[in-house]
């Protein structure tokens, strides 16, 4: 499987907008790339504010993953976040599309790059 680029850091520091720029040059280069979301609070639905969830503008630039699969009502863990994402890698991989993991939850993160599955 294609290992994606992660991007990680403190909040506010601009890791979507680096990956969306990443991908928008991996995409003109000739390299599709999409983004893969790694934020514990951008799965849920309605929870727009005070999250620094990436726009719907940004969202149509550049396809994400991962953002607002879930309903604020329910329990979304990160157990659930290793197949989801497993499963987005994989089919990104049979596509032939660069991952680019943004992440702002370190154990998100964990769970690609250490393998939580």
């Known amino acids: 499987m294609r290992p994606p680029l992660v991007i990680v850091g403190p909040t506010a520091c601009g890791k979507s907008a680096l990956g969306l720029e990443l991908a928008e040059r991996s995409i003109a280069a000739g390299q599709p790339a999409e983004v893969v979301s790694a934020d514990a609070k951008a799965v849920y ?3 727009d504010i005070g999250t ?15 953002v607002d699969i879930a ?8 157990s659930q976040f290793a197949i989801d994402v497993e ?11 660069q991952p ?11 769970a690609v790059v250490d393998g939580f599955t």
């Open 45 to 47: 639905r309605g929870m």
């Open 52 to 66: 620094a969830k990436v726009t719907a503008q940004d969202r149509r630039r550049v396809p994400h993953h991962l």
């Open 71 to 78: 309903d604020p009502t329910e329990e979304y863990t990160v």
């Open 87 to 97: 499963a987005v890698l994989a089919d990104l991989d049979r596509r032939e599309v």
């Open 100 to 110: 680019i993991l943004v992440g702002g939850t370190g154990l998100y993160v964990r």
